[in-house]
């Protein structure tokens, strides 16, 4: 079974820029609090290069990964722009900071690679960690993703890939109730379902589709 350490030494599943999506949270949470810097958690952080563009707009970043080559390349990119945050190696369903606390966390296009519990339960770790008022952006497979049903089902809803980049690593998939349930502690701000419909899949098309697949954005406040 593949480790994400492993992708990442292999150069595989590395994402280069920050999505436009997570510099729009950056300034929502400008707007929302007064105090600077910003606090802010970039969870499940792979590569960094989430953490090096908010670092870059001046506020102190925590990043954590479960990979140790993920927080080297990530250290690696700080470095090179003359910037700096604090990084952990360290499972999604702990915060590795004691007592920290923070205005913002973001987990892109990560949170789901885990069994349905882990991620309850690093939804409970953000959920301690935030500031009242603070706010989580996450998004999370939807059910209607390319890849739902691929590989071997470890519980309802998770299923581990046979082949293509990722295979080995869980991914489990959430429908509108599912979503619900998991936040059900939380105010939900924005709810909404990034679709791409795929009318024809080559061979290998896992392993070649440069589309986003169809996955659920979440933004939501404690």
């Known amino acids: 079974m593949a480790t994400w350490n492993e992708l990442f030494e292999r150069g595989e599943s590395i994402a280069r820029f920050p999505e436009r999506e997570v510099q729009e949270f950056v300034s929502l949470l400008e707007r929302r609090f007064t105090e600077r810097p910003l606090r802010i958690w970039d969870l499940c952080c792979g590569a960094g290069r989430h953490t090096v563009a908010m670092a870059a707009r001046g ?15 990530t250290e690696a990119q700080l470095s090179e ?3 700096s945050a604090r990084t952990a190696v360290a499972d999604m369903t702990e915060c590795p900071w004691p007592g920290a606390t923070f205005h913002g966390v973001v987990s892109w296009d990560s949170l789901h690679h885990n069994t ?6 690093a939804l409970h770790a953000v959920h301690k960690r935030l500031d009242v008022g603070g706010l989580l952006m996450v998004t999370l497979k939807s059910t209607r ?13 998770t299923f581990v890939q046979d082949s293509g980049r990722e295979a080995g690593v869980p ?12 936040l059900d ?6 709810l909404v379902e990034l679709r791409s419909d795929y009318v024809e899949r080559c061979p290998g098309f896992l392993d070649v589709n440069p589309f986003r697949y169809t996955a659920w954005g979440v933004l939501a406040e404690k």
């Open 145 to 157: 993703a390319d890849s739902f049903g691929m590989g071997t089902e470890i519980e309802p809803g």
């Open 116 to 121: 349905l519990e882990n991620i309850l339960t």
């Open 171 to 182: 991914h489990h998939y959430f429908d509108e109730s599912g979503i619900r349930a998991a």
């Open 59 to 73: 506020h102190e970043i925590c990043a954590s990964d479960i990979a140790a080559h993920g927080i080297t390349l």
């Open 81 to 83: 722009f003359g910037l």
């Open 185 to 190: 502690r939380w105010t939900l701000l924005a």
